[in-house]
């Protein structure tokens, strides 16, 4: 919670209902276990796997998660419309700029950050 917040707004395809939610970019988060912000060469090889606590999981190249990269905006959210998350928490992977929230992972348990060969 002490960590710098943005909000970000998502259209759920289904329901056609706009949803904003409140969480710490995960670039910010990377950067804190020595992922490079601004990937160049090599380090474009590098890709996450976010893991919901029912298995679920996406993945994201590092650089769909990298604003110096991409024009998408990826948050670990912990608010939706201003309230905790409840049945979809307490953390949320949400993504901007995809047409379906099907990478948006509910009850965040783990993200890897591997490399491609």
Known sequence: AALPHQTVTVVNSHTKASLTYSG???????????????????????????????????????????????????????????????????LQLVTTGDKALARCVRNLVAIRVLTAE
């Open 24 to 90: 710490v970019p995960l670039i910010e988060l990377l950067k804190q276990l020595g992922v490079p912000a601004k990937p160049m060469g090599k380090q474009l090889r590098l890709y996450l796997v976010a893991q919901g606590s029912d298995g679920y999981e996406a993945v994201y190249s590092l650089a769909e998660v990298a604003p110096d990269l991409h024009n998408a905006t990826v948050i670990v959210a912990d608010a939706l419309a201003g309230e905790p998350l409840a049945d979809k928490g307490p």
